[in-house]
């Protein structure tokens, strides 16, 4: 099993920015594809940016402004957050998928190639 554990969340102004961490176990770790996804009030659960061994994705709405990275000797994943929002307000989720060769958003962003995720943690962007 993998367990995944976020860091990083909080309450800033819009404008500001956060770094989210995500830590994993497992020895495999760089050959998973991680993601984070984020889940608004009353909103479905939106995958937001993704990485693994093709390259990084993100949803249109972030691209310019959110970075997704890795440390694979630290095991960890980043979010690097600048110029939020109102709107990228939501709990943030990080999960991994370890049994895929898939590639590209249309793939990457399917909560369904992922089989662990974290329990997330609270992003709240005041205007």
């Known amino acids: 099993q993998v367990q995944l554990v976020e860091f990083g969340g909080g309450l800033v102004q819009a404008g500001a920015s956060l770094r989210l961490s995500c830590a994993a176990s497992g020895r495999t770790f760089s050959s998973y594809t991680m993601g984070w996804f984020r889940q608004a009030p009353g909103k479905e659960r939106e995958t937001v940016a993704a990485?693994?061994?093709?390259?990084?994705y993100y949803v249109d709405s972030v691209k310019g402004r959110f970075t997704i990275s890795r440390d694979n000797a630290k095991n960890t994943v980043y979010l690097q957050m600048n110029s939020l929002k109102p709107e990228d307000t939501a709990v943030y989720y990080c999960?991994?998928?370890?049994?895929?060769?898939?590639?590209?958003?249309?793939?990457?962003?399917?909560?369904?190639?992922?089989?662990?995720w974290g329990r997330g943690t609270q992003v709240t962007v005041s205007s």
């Open positions: 999960a991994a998928g370890v049994s895929s060769s898939l590639y590209s958003w249309t793939s990457l962003r399917q909560s369904s190639i992922y089989d662990y």
């Open positions: 990485i693994n061994w093709s390259g990084t």
